[in-house]
Structure formats: C-alpha cells, structure tokens
Nanobody, 123 residues
C-alpha cells in the first residue's frame, strides 16, 4: 500500500519561508514523478510543481522563482521549499505521486495522494 504523508505546514507571515516534506512509503520515488498541488478555500485544486524521475521540473508561473522542489531518494522523501510567501499562497498543500510519465500539471495523471498540510500566510 502506497502512502504519502505531508508535514511542515503552518502559519507564517508574508515574506517568510516554509519547507514542506512528503514521506512516501510502499513505493520508491526513484522512478516516480512527484508533484505538489494546492487548494485554497473556495477554489479548485491547482498545480504547483512537479519533478520527473529524470530530473526535469515543471513549475506553475505563480510560484516560479520562489518555490523549489527537491527529493531525497535515500529517505524516499520529497520537499517543497517555499520562500517569499504571499497571502495568496494560503492553501492546503498536497503531495502526489505518478507511477509513470513525465512531470505533468494535470492532477488526473497522478495515482497517489497525501492527506494535505495547511499553509496559512498572513499579511
């Protein structure tokens, strides 16, 4: 059984940084595409960033230059470093894994999801 568990969310002020973690069990991330999505109150879930197993990354324009995805294959963990946070980054952040394929922006192409972690950025 594949499980993804996010952590690291919290309440911060605008301009602060946070690092989210996603620990994966039941499947190695070495050959998996990993992604982060987010859902703000009253909005649909949206793509944030994806990292293909080849190393290629794909960022949403809204976070480009501020957020960085990384992975530690030895720990089977994916990270999302978020800098210069803005109030509009407030959302529940979800980690997702895709069995096959490249770093897609479409949530429908991901097979496994975590439960989410809340990030709140105050102005």
């Amino acid at each position: 059984q594949v499980q993804l568990v996010e952590s690291g969310g919290g309440l911060v002020q605008a301009g602060d940084s946070l690092r989210l973690s996603c620990v994966v069990s039941g499947r190695t991330i070495n050959y998996s595409t990993m992604g982060w999505f987010r859902q703000a109150p009253g909005k649909e879930r949206e793509f944030v960033v994806a990292s293909g197993w080849t190393g290629r990354t794909n960022y949403a324009d809204a976070v480009k230059g501020r957020f960085t995805i990384s992975r530690d294959n030895a720990k089977n963990t994916v990270y999302l470093q978020m800098n210069s946070l803005k109030p509009e980054d407030t959302a529940v952040y979800y980690c997702a894994a895709r069995r096959n394929g490249l770093a897609s922006q479409s949530e429908n192409e991901y097979d496994y999801w975590g439960q989410g972690t809340q990030v709140t950025v105050s102005s």
